[in-house]
């Protein structure tokens, strides 16, 4: 018993180190080895530019990336429920984006807003910035369908209220589509308190967009931040009206068609963090819903022979860490305390006082949200812990939820 024991522990450790840590050093790896370039599979086309470096390599890829010709038309649809906090904050953004004017459009849809939304829009309605609105609330991925239907453009940029751009981040996004095999560019969410200093999601959100940064490179962004990404209108996939986390799902389904997700960290959003830390942690736990969702709607990419390394990847990166990791670490503890109470002559002792110092450190990062102290170094220990409590939560009450995508508006930080 002793013995499966230590091997539901070592098995457990194994995993959640190679999530967290393993994955991201692999990808490092594979980048910098050339004869990997060549064995993965790339989108038909893309590889020839991308990857062979008798032709260029990246660089060449960033080359076409950058034609200043290439100014295809862009509407940028705004979901907008109750938002009039940052109605006016978000326009006085949308007009200042470096982009040409007559190819640029801004489409809010304020579906089942009972604030003063549409009459702040009013306000500031052009040609090219205007609202839809009916008044029942479906759901943002209703909204986004209304604003695809609605749009102009060939290029769609998806955007919530309270996210704000640089002034550039039009344009660091749409090079990519110079490119016919790219079918999605995700650009880099980034969070920040007033005072500018970073909380734990912020610092969740640097290591997540590392990541992204190492997947793009070497083949495809798995999911983007629905905050700021962009697809090609014609590429705009369906997907079940109950989908909790829909910018994932869309831009997975444009991956598995054979299109590039693009990681673009030069464009880019800043959104302040949830007021609270009951409204963080309730949206950290309809996110690991979402999560779990998506592994049911994609049960064939856990197959790897049928998409290859797309399909390591979404294993590795999401299916480890929304479904596996966080019942690894509930599973290491538990068998690192049977280890010491079957008085095993390894240091399972000094392994479990590890565990506990750490999660004890966590446990000060709550602190710290509920009183708002300044306590430097836990917030990443603390966010690690949140997100996977969340993860566990969601894990086991999936199974009686219903899904929609229809939830609980998270409050936000007002000023940006």
């Keep these: 018993m002793t013995t ?21 050093l692999l990808m490092n790896v594979f980048i910098r080895i050339p004869l990997m370039k060549y064995i993965i599979k ?15 390599g990246y660089a060449a890829y960033k080359d076409i990336s950058v034609d200043k010709n290439f100014k295809p038309q862009v509407s940028i649809i705004i979901t907008a429920y109750n938002e009039e906090d940052y109605l006016e904050k978000k326009i006085k953004n949308c007009l200042e984006l470096i982009y040409p004017t007559d190819k640029i459009e801004f489409l809010f849809i304020t579906d089942g807003s009972t604030d003063n939304s549409n009459s702040i829009i009013d306000k500031h309605q052009t040609d090219n910035l205007r609202y839809l609105f009916f008044p029942q609330r479906r759901g ?103 989908s909790i986390i829909e910018d994932f799902v869309i831009s997975l389904k444009i991956s598995i068609k054979g299109f590039r997700v693009v990681y673009e960290p030069e464009a880019y959003s800043i959104e302040t963090p949830p007021r609270t830390f009951v409204d963080d942690f309730k949206r950290r736990v309809r996110i690991s819903k979402g999560g779990i969702q998506s592994i049911k709607y994609f049960n064939k990419l856990l197959r790897l022979r049928d998409h290859k390394f797309l399909s390591f990847q979404f294993i590795s990166h999401r299916v480890l860490r929304w479904a ?93």
């Design 140 to 242: 943002k991925l209703h909204a986004m369908k209304r604003g695809v239907e609605f749009s102009k453009g060939e290029i769609l940029i998806f955007s919530d209220a309270n996210a704000i751009y640089n002034p550039d981040a039009v344009r660091k996004i749409v090079r990519h589509f110079a490119h016919s095999k790219v079918g999605c560019v995700a650009g880099e969410k980034r969070v920040s308190k007033l005072d500018g200093s970073l909380p734990s999601e912020g610092l969740y959100w640097k290591y997540e967009s590392f990541i992204k940064s190492l997947d793009s490179e070497l083949y495809s962004v798995v999911g983007a931040a629905g905050e700021i990404f962009a697809v090609r209108k014609d590429l705009f996939p369906e997907i079940p009206e109950d």
């Design 42 to 56: 790339m989108p038909e086309g893309f590889g020839r530019v991308l990857i062979n470096p008798k032709i260029g």
């Design 324 to 416: 596996i990791a966080p019942i690894c670490l509930l599973l290491a503890f538990v068998s690192n305390y049977l280890l010491i109470e079957a008085e095993t002559k390894f240091i399972y002792s000094e392994l479990f006082a590890a565990q506990l110092i750490f999660y004890a450190v966590g446990f000060i990062g709550l602190i710290h949200e509920f009183l708002k102290l300044k306590i430097s170094g836990i917030n990443l220990i603390f966010s690690f812990t949140l997100m996977n409590l969340a993860a566990l939560i969601a894990l086991f009450s999936y199974p009686f939820s219903r899904s929609s995508n229809i939830w609980e508006k998270t409050q936000r930080e007002i000023a940006i």
């Design 4 to 24: 499966i024991i230590e091997i539901a522990f070592w098995v457990s450790i194994f995993f959640v180190f190679y999530t967290y840590f393993g994955y991201p």
